[in-house]
C-alpha cells in the first residue's frame, strides 16, 4: 500500500503567516509513515527549512493543482479569489461556505465539477461534537489586543477627546511573539489612560468559550481591572433578548460568540443612537460578515491588517471602529499555529483512515448533504 500523501499548500490571503503544520507536527506525520510535501512560501511563519530539516520534501509554490488527484492538499484559509477551475483533490481546509456566506454556491459547487471532496476544518468534530482544534483562542486574544490598541490610538491621537478623529489605527503586522504584543499594547494603553485619567471598560460576548476566554486573557494581561471587563454569554443574553444598552454603555465590544441560527442583534443603528452611548470599538471576532443572521449588523465589509478599522458615521457621540479581520489569530502566527497544530495532529494522524475514523467520516458526510443544497 502507498503512503498517504499530505500537501501543505502555501496561503495565499494577504498578511497570512499561519501554517496548518509545523516542523513539529511534520516529524509526527513522517515518522507514522505519511509523505509530507510543503509548498515553498516567503511568507509562513516557518522557513522552509525548518520543515526541511524535519524530513519533509520541499516543492515549488502553488504546485498543488498538478498534484496527482489521491494527495491531500492541507491548507488553513480559503482558496484564492478568481479561481474557478474544477477541484479534483480532496482539500481539508476552512472554506467558509457551510453558513450560507456570500459566495458559498460556487466555493462548493468546484468540488462537485472535479470530483473533489472538502473536509472543512471548522468542522471537524469528536463523537461528543466538540471541535478537535480551533484557533478560537488566538482569535479572541488578538481581537482584544487590536480594540485596545484602536482604543488607545483614538485617545492619544485626539488628547482624551473620544468625539474626536475618525479612523484611528493604521496598518497592522504579525508580531514575532506573544510578549512582543503584549509589551505594544501596555504601552499604547498606559499612556492613553494617562491621557483619559480613566481605563476603558469592555464587555466580552460569548466570554465562557475559547474564543471569549483568550480575549479576556489579554484585557487582564493587559492590566484591565476585573470591575472593566464584563463577561457576558448565554446566563446573560437568555434573560432578556437584545440589543443591550450594555454594550452601548462600554468602551470596547469584543463579539466572540459562534453564531449557529438566527438571534436578536446585539446591538444596531438604532441602539447606538443612544445619549448614553460611550462605545467606540466593536472587535468583531466571529466575523459573520456576509451571514444574512449578522448580530452585529452595522457594518457589511471585513477589515484587512493594512486597513484594520471601518468607521461607522454615526449622527452624534464618538466615531465607531469596527474590527472585522478574518483572520486575527496571524497577529501570533507561531503560537497559534503550534496550538492548532497540535491539537489537530491526532487527526491527521488518522488520515489513512478516514473511510472509517468518525471525525473524518463526520466531515464527509456533511460535505455531501451541503451538496445536496446546491442550486439545481
Known amino acids: 500500500m502507498h503512503p498517504t ?34 509548498e515553498r512560501s516567503q511568507e509562513r511563519i516557518f522557513a522552509d527549512s525548518e520543515f526541511e530539516d524535519a524530513g519533509a520534501a520541499l516543492v515549488e509554490t502553488d504546485s498543488w493543482p498538478d498534484a496527482p ?9 480559503e482558496l484564492p479569489d478568481g479561481q474557478t477551475f474544477p477541484l479534483k483533490h480532496t482539500h481539508v481546509q476552512f472554506a467558509h461556505c457551510y453558513k450560507d456566506q456570500g459566495g458559498w454556491e460556487t466555493v462548493l459547487g468546484r468540488f462537485v465539477q472535479g470530483g473533489g471532496t472538502l473536509l472543512d476544518l471548522e468542522f471537524l468534530a469528536d463523537e461528543k461534537g ?15 489586543a487590536l480594540a485596545l490598541k484602536a482604543w488607545s490610538e483614538n485617545i492619544i491621537k485626539n488628547r482624551g477627546q473620544t468625539n474626536g478623529g475618525e479612523q484611528t489605527m493604521g496598518p497592522v503586522k504579525p508580531f514575532e511573539n506573544e510578549t512582543k504584543l503584549l509589551d505594544h499594547i ?25 474564543c471569549g476566554g483568550g480575549a479576556v486573557e ?13 463577561e457576558w454569554d448565554l446566563a446573560e443574553t437568555s434573560v432578556r433578548p437584545g440589543p443591550y444598552e450594555e454594550i452601548v454603555e462600554s468602551d ?5 460568540i ?23 470599538v466593536v472587535a468583531d471576532v ?5 451571514n444574512p443572521h449578522n448580530p452585529v449588523p452595522v457594518y457589511t465589509v471585513n477589515t484587512t491588517f493594512d486597513r484594520p478599522c471601518l468607521l461607522v458615521k454615526l449622527p452624534s457621540g464618538p466615531p465607531l471602529n469596527v474590527i472585522s479581520i478574518d483572520h486575527l489569530p496571524t497577529l501570533l502566527p507561531r503560537e497559534a499555529s503550534e496550538q492548532y497544530s497540535h491539537d489537530l495532529l491526532p487527526s491527521l494522524l488518522e488520515l489513512k483512515n478516514r473511510g472509517t475514523d468518525p471525525v473524518w467520516q463526520g466531515a464527509e458526510k456533511l460535505f455531501k448533504e451541503k451538496v445536496e443544497t446546491l442550486p439545481h
Open 186 to 210: 501596555k504601552a499604547l494603553l498606559g499612556e492613553a489612560m494617562a491621557i483619559a485619567g480613566r481605563e476603558p471598560h469592555v464587555l466580552v460576548m460569548g466570554a465562557r468559550g475559547r
Open 69 to 77: 488527484p489521491e494527495h491531500m492538499i492541507l491548507g488553513l484559509k
Open 258 to 280: 459562534y453564531l449557529s441560527a438566527k438571534i436578536p442583534p446585539f446591538i444596531n443603528f438604532e441602539s447606538l443612537n443612544n445619549p448614553k452611548r460611550k462605545l467606540s
Open 130 to 144: 466538540r471541535r478537535v482544534a480551533a484557533f478560537g483562542y488566538h482569535a479572541g486574544y488578538a481581537g482584544a
Open 5 to 38: 500523501v499530505i500537501h501543505l499548500r502555501r496561503e495565499t490571503k494577504a498578511f497570512e503567516e499561519r501554517s496548518a503544520l509545523t516542523p513539529t507536527t511534520a516529524r509526527r506525520l513522517l515518522e507514522a509513515g505519511y509523505t509530507v510535501k510543503i
Open 286 to 290: 466571529s466575523c459573520d460578515t456576509t
Open 218 to 230: 489579554l484585557f487582564k494581561r493587559a492590566g484591565l481591572s476585573l470591575d472593566s471587563i464584563l
Open 252 to 256: 470596547i465590544f469584543v463579539n466572540c
